[in-house]
């Protein structure tokens, strides 16, 4: 499986996060030649931890997106580009759009024009986000919805989302898009909520204190980030993904009350308060959202294989052993 990667050449854009990091162990095992690019911004979630066990695989650029003369150096020669560089923060795009514009709009054409004028043969993989959605007009929702985003990032990665497609088809430049759900898992990050309030329960968790579930009754749907990591891949090695938008999902649908309780049950203990919504995300909470992932799932071939509860075992066991690295 995916053996077409074997000595391709690889950038990925985002490459020390969540789940740049995750590809980059499965890439740099497929014996795929590796760099990985990531400006260390605090805020946005990359750690050199993330690739230990394979740092010496792949090749590491520490460098800006939004810097177009490094980007142009970066794509040349490569046959894949998988490009998750983005401000993932949906409270801190509100309280600073300018930033979240440059980096998930204008970094994003900036890339697109890297390629177009040094690499016009590239393959792109774009993560995008369910955020363009908004509040669902019905369940589960399906890439036919309305794109309604509810906040500032919502518009912004519509944007570079969209930017990916139309260079696709104007340019011909082999580009798709993955609208991710709340993708958890090993190397998420769990300092603060910025990039999935999940990984905040975790962290409480192993540090054995009470954590907040906010609102309670919202369903959600969850992708293991080894499912997410392998539907980029299946995106990446097959050409009737070209120019196609597909939603990730997950195996179950719950309450975040529910996951909570199984969040506990996983872990063997700990507890839990439920508030209500904080004034200021109130308004840009988009209620209950969960996938339908047919589309990928017939074109592709991808569904996701780890169950909630394993995703969840896998995510405290990892941070029971490595939390010190990601605080």
Request: glycine share 10%; net charge neutral.
């Amino acid at each position: 499986m995916h053996r077409h990667f074997q000595g391709k050449r690889i950038l990925v854009t985002g490459g020390l996060g969540f789940i740049g990091s995750a590809l980059a162990h499965r890439l740099a095992g497929m014996g795929a030649n590796v760099v990985l690019v990531d400006s260390l911004v605090p805020e946005y979630g990359g750690n050199m931890f993330n690739v230990a066990g394979v740092q010496d695989r792949v090749r590491v650029n520490i460098s800006d997106v939004r810097d177009e003369y490094s980007m142009q150096h970066l794509v040349q020669g490569q046959d894949f580009l998988f490009n998750l560089a983005g401000q993932t923060s949906h409270m801190d795009s509100m309280r600073d759009p300018y930033t979240d514009l440059e980096i998930n709009c204008r970094a994003q054409l900036s890339i697109l024009e890297a390629c177009r004028k040094c690499n016009p043969g590239i393959k792109i993989i774009f993560a995008s986000t369910r955020q363009l959605y908004g509040k669902p007009d019905y369940l589960p929702v399906d890439e036919k919805h309305l794109l309604r985003p509810a906040d500032v990032n919502g518009v912004n990665k519509m944007a570079g989302e969209w930017f990916h497609i139309l260079y696709n088809n104007v340019y011909g430049i082999r580009a798709c898009a993955l609208r991710l759900t709340n993708t958890i898992g090993p190397r998420m990050r769990v300092k603060d909520a910025r990039q999935t309030f999940l990984g905040i329960w975790v962290r409480l968790l192993v540090e054995g204190k009470p954590f907040e579930v906010w609102g309670g009754d919202q369903l959600r749907d969850f992708t293991f980030v080894d499912d997410a990591v392998e539907a980029f891949l299946l995106a990446a090695g097959n050409e009737a993904a070209n120019g196609q938008i597909f939603n990730l999902g997950g195996d179950q649908v719950i309450s975040l009350r529910d996951l909570a309780e199984l969040v506990v049950q996983v872990n063997g203990g700990g507890e839990f308060t439920v508030r209500d919504y904080p004034p200021d995300r109130k308004p840009i909470d988009i209620g209950d959202y969960y996938a339908d992932f047919t589309r990928i799932q017939s074109v592709l071939g991808w569904k996701p294989q780890v169950s909630l509860a394993e995703a969840l075992k896998r995510s405290i066991e990892y941070y029971r052993l490595h939390l010190k690295n990601y605080l």
